[in-house]
């Protein structure tokens, strides 16, 4: 049976702001479209006994994430009831974390997270002039202001060294990669996460002139010059995986690494889902042929099954340029997405294969001349 | 009698763990980096193989 690191709970189907590159929204697939808006009282209870059965079928503990959307659509009231219902089905020892855009954290919002010991990671792109580039609102206009908001009363809240758990941002290559990385500095949060763009080799992300170019990978090595030689550095998760794995440990996340990953997806409806990033595919590129949900299936009956298993598959790499490239270790192939291509499928080199071997090959020479000094 | 005459021993290979232990992190002028040596040492005894991997879209730093 295949083990599960991460139950992705998919809480909110809709969001109040329109990302230019989102991949639930805006790269073809209109699944969303059909989920109910916000996760009913029916599949609350059927997800809490997911995971109740999941503690019961396997021994090491998974972490919840509540996603969306935005799970803080939620609202207050339900937002409680749904982590006061799961937090009671799941061990003690699990985590529950939510990914939230910011705008809607309060401090009720804050307080209900704290008792319920869920966490919160807020995306935001950088400073205001490269944020809102592209995390913009319904009505186009850009969403700092209001992120920042929500962010700084998550950094006052008396319990935010246990709320706070990180940023994620997506990498815009024509930024400053020090602006961007000292701006971050001054939010003091604990880590920051690095995120390429979404888009695969139909459909290159912007900012990505052809699939060899390395404009992404030229953005990170200067990070990575940046972050080495500071000496009170913000820790970036990224760049520390890879270092991780050249150093010959283990990768954290999926997207790099050989260590397989096991999330488990649950839409809004209650439908399982594979890996939801795969959206930006093509549109129903997360869904399994099994109608899979909560409601009706027990996960041991899924997570046992042929098709979830080829799903779980598809996070390692197939391309014969992979199997045969010296740093297969370290760059694991990249995340799954990228490697789409319509013709084959993702039996292919990741469309930041160029960009990987860059940043790896700059730290590795960075580290080993470090330890020469 | 002839006698067998078996090969050289020869030392197995260092595991990259065997020689991160060998390096003095305090010598190490990068921050980011003696930090991370220090946790790929302490992977082999870490408890917390658990569920170390997560989502792309989510950032749980700790």
């Known amino acids: 049976m295949i083990e599960i690191d991460t139950v992705l709970i998919k809480v909110a189907s809709r969001c109040n702001i329109n990302c230019t590159y989102c991949y639930v929204y805006n790269m073809g697939d209109t699944g969303w479209a059909d989920m109910p808006s916000h996760i009913s009282e029916e599949t609350i209870l059927a997800v809490a006994r997911a995971l109740d059965e999941l503690t019961c079928i396997q021994t090491r503990p998974f972490a919840v994430v509540l996603h969306g959307g935005e799970p803080l659509l939620l609202g207050p009231r339900k937002l409680d009831h749904v982590l006061t219902t799961l937090r009671s089905a799941a061990p003690s020892q699990c985590s529950f974390g939510l990914q939230t855009n910011g705008i809607l954290i309060t401090n009720e919002i804050l307080d209900i997270c704290s008792t319920n010991r869920t966490t919160v990671s807020v995306s935001i792109d950088g400073p205001k002039h490269i944020h809102d580039r592209v995390r913009v609102g319904h009505d186009a206009k850009g969403t700092f202001d209001k992120v920042l908001g929500g962010l700084n009363r998550l950094r006052e809240h008396r319990n935010s060294a246990f709320l706070f758990s990180g940023l994620l941002a997506v990498i815009d290559p024509q930024s400053d990669p020090r602006e961007v990385y000292d701006f971050f500095k001054t939010l003091k949060p604990p880590g920051i996460d690095f995120l390429y763009r979404d888009g695969n080799h139909a459909r290159l992300p912007e900012g990505k002139e052809f699939l060899r170019s390395t404009e992404y990978g030229q953005w990170l090595a200067r990070l990575v010059d940046i972050y080495l030689f500071d000496q009170d550095p913000l820790p970036i998760r990224f760049i520390d995986d890879l270092i991780r794995l050249i150093l010959g440990g283990k990768g954290t996340k999926d997207g790099a690494g050989l260590t397989d990953f096991g999330i488990l997806v649950i839409d809004a409806d209650g439908s399982i889902t594979k890996n939801d990033t795969l959206k930006s595919s093509f549109d129903g590129a997360d869904r399994f042929v099994h109608k899979w949900s909560v409601h009706t299936n027990c996960l041991k009956e899924i997570l046992n099954s042929d098709e979830f298993a080829d799903s779980h598959a598809l996070q390692r790499p197939t391309s014969k340029i992979c199997l045969s490239c010296p740093e297969l270790r370290v760059c694991g192939g990249g995340m799954t997405l990228h490697r789409w291509r319509d013709v084959n499928g993702y039996d292919n080199t990741s469309i930041y294969c160029a960009d990987q071997l860059l940043v790896i090959g700059h730290l590795r020479n960075q580290v080993a001349a470090i330890q020469a000094q | ?62």
């Open chain 2, 1 to 62: 009698m002839d006698t067998l005459e078996l090969p050289e021993k020869t030392e197995e290979p260092e595991t990259p763990a065997a020689k991160l232990h060998k390096i003095d992190v305090s010598k190490i002028p990068s921050p980011v980096l003696a930090r991370l040596i220090e946790e790929v040492r302490n992977e082999e005894t870490s408890p917390i193989d658990a569920y170390s991997r997560f989502h792309n879209r989510h950032n749980r730093s700790r």
